[in-house]
């Protein structure tokens, strides 16, 4: 059905028509499929901001995000907030116990998950 569809539209515009017509609606479909993945993937770090955030503090991390909107270093967005934040942690963790150099992998069997996970 596609294929007739097809030659019907070049026999109705020509080749060249034809042409531009296929290059842009399949350039509105990649701009499409593009959209749909960051759309996907910025719901995917909400989710992961808000499963090891405590709600308070995420809501309080958004309202500074939209009152500063960008004036202030790091608060254009949530995201450059949050690895901001984290960063600064945890650079400030190995210069105080690491003498400033990064921490190791930890093992396979070392846990990283939070410590109310550990203990319930």
């Not at 030659?7 to 060249?16: R, T, Y």
């Not at 749909?36 to 809501?59: C, H, M, Q, W, Y």
């Not at 901001?84 to 210069?95: F, I, M, N, Q």
């Given at each position: 059905?596609?294929?007739?569809?097809?030659?019907?539209?070049?026999?109705?515009?020509?080749?060249?028509?034809?042409?531009?017509?296929?290059?842009?609606?399949?350039?509105?479909?990649?701009?499409?499929?593009?959209?749909?993945?960051?759309?996907?993937?910025?719901?995917?770090?909400?989710?992961?901001?808000?499963?090891?955030?405590?709600?308070?503090?995420?809501?309080?991390?958004?309202?500074?995000?939209?009152?500063?909107?960008?004036?202030?270093?790091?608060?254009?967005?949530?995201?450059?907030?949050?690895?901001?934040?984290?960063?600064?942690?945890?650079?400030?963790?190995?210069?105080e116990h690491n003498d400033g150099s990064r921490f190791p992998k930890p093992d396979d069997g070392s846990r990283t998950g939070s410590a109310s996970r550990r203990s319930g």
């Open positions: 059905m596609f294929a007739v569809a097809m030659f019907l539209l070049l026999l109705f515009l020509g080749v060249e028509k034809w042409i531009l017509w296929t290059i842009g609606v399949l350039t509105v479909i990649l701009v499409a499929a593009e959209v749909g993945r960051e759309v996907r993937a910025r719901s995917i770090e909400n989710l992961k901001v808000e499963s090891f955030v405590a709600p308070d503090t995420l809501d309080r991390a958004k309202n500074a995000v939209g009152a500063l909107d960008g004036r202030v270093a790091h608060t254009a967005s949530l995201y450059e907030l949050t690895e901001h934040a984290l960063r600064s942690e945890v650079e400030r963790l190995e210069a």
